[in-house]
Nanobody, 121 residues
Framework: QVQLVQSGGGLVQAGGSLRLSCAAS????????MGWYRQAPGKQRGLVAA???????RYADSVKGRFTISRDNAKNTVYLQMNSLKPEDTAAYYC???????????????WGQGTQVTVSS
């Protein structure tokens, strides 16, 4: 069973940058599609970015051009680099193994513990 441990996040001013990390154990990041999701208070959890084992990526329209998902197979870790942060990016961020189809990105049952990102205006 995969276990996902997240780090990074915190409080940043609008326009700033943060990097989130998601270290996996029990499963290889290199052989799985991985995704980052976020959930703001009162809203549903939604996909932010995903990356396949082959390196194909998918981003929510709201973060395209600002966020970058990447993977370090040697460290079995997935990253989310977040630049030009906006107050509307404030949310709890979660990583997960995903099923990445042509149309959908479906999260697995085992979420990371979550990381709070707060962007002040």
């Amino acid at each position: 069973q995969v276990q996902l441990v997240q780090s990074g996040g915190g409080l940043v001013q609008a326009g700033g940058s943060l990097r989130l990390s998601c270290a996996a154990s029990g499963s290889s990041v290199s052989s799985n599609a991985m995704g980052w999701y976020r959930q703001a208070p009162g809203k549903q959890r939604g996909l932010v970015a995903a990356i396949t084992s082959g390196g194909s990526t998918r981003y929510a329209d709201s973060v395209k051009g600002r966020f970058t998902i990447s993977r370090d197979n040697a460290k079995n870790t997935v990253y989310l680099q977040m630049n030009s942060l906006k107050p509307e990016d404030t949310a709890a961020y979660y990583c997960n193994v995903v099923v990445f189809t042509e149309t959908f990105t479906i999260p697995g049952p085992n979420w990371g513990q979550g990381t709070q990102v707060t962007v002040s205006s």
